[in-house]
């Protein structure tokens, strides 16, 4: 066999090599990156947002402070990575709610799941909406709500005239839900997510039935 035979084969191997050390940087970085998050959330809880400094987020993760900026520019950045995951969880699971119905019940659908999953972690958001975390979590589950609520938007609820009207629907449901969720939270989310849930799919079923007869 000629040297040259012997290229193509060295190649493979030398490819796999990289990919399989690119991979565990890579799940390396991901362990890193889910640490950092799970960190600034307790930690959140515990002392809250605008205590926490950089060195307080890397010591409590056991990591140095040059690998939290090798991922993270500033503990804000970190928070709305953080933000963005349960950004993404939350499409998650609205498209696993394989949510039936047309119209108004598939645009209200968010409401369900999303105050359930509030319920749930009303102590993380309640620290979170404190101090400088609020404006940016709030921010976040408002774009993703109205992205969720614009899919929703089935071809028979769409407005025969500008589509100015369609987004216009967006916000009305989405900055009800949101008024309705802060008024809940910064109360201690003492009433089930139940009555909250009904209360405004209540309200927004009559807004739309009104907006619709207008």
């Known amino acids: 066999m000629s040297d040259t035979e012997h290229w193509p084969g060295f190649d493979r ?21 889910q640490t950092l998050h799970e960190t600034l959330m307790r930690l959140t809880v515990e002392r809250g947002y605008d205590e ?5 987020i890397a010591a409590a993760a056991n990591v ?48 369900h799941f999303m105050t359930a999953h509030l319920a749930e972690q009303r102590v993380l958001y309640r620290a979170l909406m404190r101090g400088r975390a609020g404006p940016i979590l709030l921010d976040l589950i408002r774009h993703a709500l109205c992205d969720i609520v614009r899919s929703e938007l089935a071809p028979g609820t769409k407005s025969t005239n500008a589509p100015l009207d369609d987004e216009l629907t967006v916000q009305f449901l989405v900055g009800g839900y949101m008024s309705v969720l802060t008024w809940w939270l910064d109360r201690g989310g ?20 009104v907006n619709n007869k207008a």
């Open 52 to 56: 926490l400094t950089v060195a307080d």
């Open 64 to 111: 140095g402070r040059s690998t939290f900026y090798a991922h993270f520019t500033d503990k804000d950045d970190l928070l709305r990575s953080t933000a963005g995951t349960l950004r993404a969880a939350l499409m998650q699971e609205h498209a696993a709610a394989g949510i039936d119905g047309t119209g108004t019940d598939r645009m209200l659908g968010f409401s």
């Open 13 to 33: 191997e030398k490819s796999a090599s990289v990919l399989a050390a690119d991979e565990l940087t890579d799940r390396r970085a991901r362990r890193t990156r």
């Open 190 to 209: 003492m009433e089930p997510p139940e009555v909250i849930e009904a209360g405004f799919r209540q309200m927004a079923l009559n807004g739309l039935s």
